[in-house]
C-alpha cells in the first residue's frame, strides 16, 4: 500500500508541475502579443480612446496688454502638467508664460486666477487666469493682430482659441 500511495503522491505533484509551466508559457506568450500591440491589445496605429486626452473649451479675452482665458468646459487640467503657448500674428512670444507663476520675465507684474501661484493649482471649469505682456516680451499686443494661444497637458494639445486684439 505505500507504493501506491506515493505513486499518487509523485502523479500529483507532476500534474501541479506541469500546470504550473503550462501557466509560464501561456503568460509568456501574452507578454510577447502584448509588447507587439503596444501593451494594451490594440495594434500599432490604433488609439486607444481612454487614454486620447479630452478637449478643454476655453474663451479668450484681449485688453491692451491683458490676455484672459476662460476655462468652459472640459475636465479640470493641473497646471503643474499645463503648457500654454501664445503667438501673435502666427509668431511665439519670445517669453512664455509659465503657468502657474507669480513674476515671469516678459509679463508685468503677477498673473491673477488661475495661473497665479497662489492659485490650488487645479484649472476648473468657470474659472479664469489671465496675465499682462511687459514692454520687454515680443511680438506685442497691437490693434488688429490676431493672438492664439494653445493649451497642452503634458506633450498632449488639449485646446485652440484665437481672438483678435481690438
Known amino acids: ?3 501506491r500511495a506515493s505513486a499518487s503522491v509523485i502523479g500529483v505533484v507532476v ?3 506541469f500546470g504550473v509551466v503550462l501557466g509560464g508559457v501561456v503568460a509568456a506568450g501574452a507578454e510577447v ?9 490594440l495594434a500599432s496605429g ?6 486620447a486626452p479630452e478637449t478643454v473649451a476655453l474663451s479668450l479675452r484681449l485688453d491692451g496688454d491683458a490676455v484672459a482665458l476662460t476655462h468652459e468646459a472640459g475636465p479640470p ?17 519670445r517669453h512664455q508664460p509659465p503657468v502657474p507663476f507669480f513674476a515671469a520675465r516678459g509679463f508685468r507684474g503677477g498673473p491673477t486666477g488661475a495661473f497665479n501661484l ?15 505682456l511687459a514692454g520687454t516680451n515680443a511680438p506685442q499686443l497691437k490693434r488688429g493682430r490676431t493672438v492664439s494661444i494653445t493649451v497642452y497637458v503634458d506633450a498632449d494639445r488639449v485646446s485652440r482659441v484665437r481672438g483678435t486684439v481690438d
Open 77 to 93: 487640467l493641473r497646471l503643474s502638467e499645463t503648457r500654454i503657448v501664445v503667438a501673435i500674428d502666427g509668431e511665439k512670444l
Open 33 to 41: 502579443v502584448a509588447a507587439a500591440t503596444g501593451q494594451d491589445g
Open 1 to 3: 500500500m505505500t507504493a
Open 46 to 51: 490604433e488609439t486607444n480612446p481612454e487614454s
Open 118 to 132: 497662489a492659485s490650488d493649482g487645479v484649472w476648473s471649469v468657470g474659472e479664469t487666469g489671465s496675465f499682462r
Open 15 to 17: 500534474l501541479l508541475l
